[in-house]
Antibody
Framework: QVQLQESGPGLVKPSQTLSLTCTVS??????????WSWIRQHPGKGLEWIGY???????YYNPSLKSRVTISVDTSKNQFSLKLSSVTAADTAVYYC????????????WGQGTLVTVSS | EIVLTQSPATLSLSPGERATLSCRAS??????LAWYQQKPGQAPRLLIY???NRATGIPARFSGSGSGTDFTLTISSLEPEDFAVYYC?????????FGPGTKVDIK
């Protein structure tokens, strides 16, 4: 059973960089065939896909966030990470990591989510 | 970016009743359409992928249909644990997008 767990600060100051890590267990990121996504949900709102990464390091980012987003992978630790720069209060959200069933696949495993609040 | 529209916004039903949820895409997404269930404080749970395939462990009362721009999620007989918010998601075009959700609540 694949499990994902997000970790990182729950509070980030405006203009700083939000950094989160997703640790995958029960399966290897390097096994291929799957992509690894970050998705966020603003409080009481719908879902927004941030971007994904393949174990090789190739990425795709949502154009609406592309200038501020970096997703990276560390296969030795079976982790992938999100960095979102120049955050504002509008970036306050629950951030989820998830596994994609391929480049056009659905997200079949999700982390529990972590709330990140942007506030001074 | 493909826009997904879900209807109705809220569906008020009783346990045992049939629920029919709709998702419409602004352009064809072929069959790259998924459905998720989300309960308060929980992550979304994949129900249906590729428009009509049930994910692992999903009960048979959940079924998906459609292709192109019009899709339906049907819950044949609502169980108490099915009252939740349901989202559709397209992965045909990048970026993948989600619909605004349909809340199924108890009548």
């Amino acid at each position: 059973q694949v499990q994902l767990q997000e970790s990182g600060p729950g509070l980030v100051k405006p203009s700083q960089t939000l950094s989160l890590t997703c640790t995958v267990s029960g399966g290897s990121i390097s096994s291929g065939g799957y992509y690894w996504s970050w998705i966020r949900q603003h409080p009481g709102k719908g879902l927004e896909w941030i971007g994904y990464i393949y174990y090789s390091g190739s990425t795709y980012y949502n154009p609406s966030l592309k200038s501020r987003v970096t997703i990276s992978v560390d296969t030795s630790k079976n982790q992938f990470s999100l960095k979102l720069s120049s955050v504002t209060a509008a970036d306050t959200a629950v951030y989820y990591c998830a596994r994609d069933r391929g480049p056009r696949g659905a997200n079949d495993y999700w982390g529990q989510g972590t709330l990140v609040t942007v506030s001074s | 970016e493909i826009v997904l529209t879900q209807s109705p916004a809220t569906l008020s039903l009783s346990p045992g009743e049939r629920a029919t949820l709709s998702c419409r895409a602004s352009q064809s997404v072929s069959s790259y359409l998924a459905w998720y269930q989300q309960k308060p404080g929980q992550a979304p749970r994949l129900l249906i992928y590729d428009a009509s395939n049930r994910a692992t462990g999903i009960p048979a009362r959940f079924s998906g249909s459609g292709s192109g721009t019009d899709f339906t999620l049907t819950i044949s007989s609502l169980e108490p644990e099915d009252f939740a918010v349901y989202y559709c998601q397209q992965r045909s075009n990048w970026p993948g997008t989600f619909g605004p959700g349909t809340k199924v609540d108890i009548k």
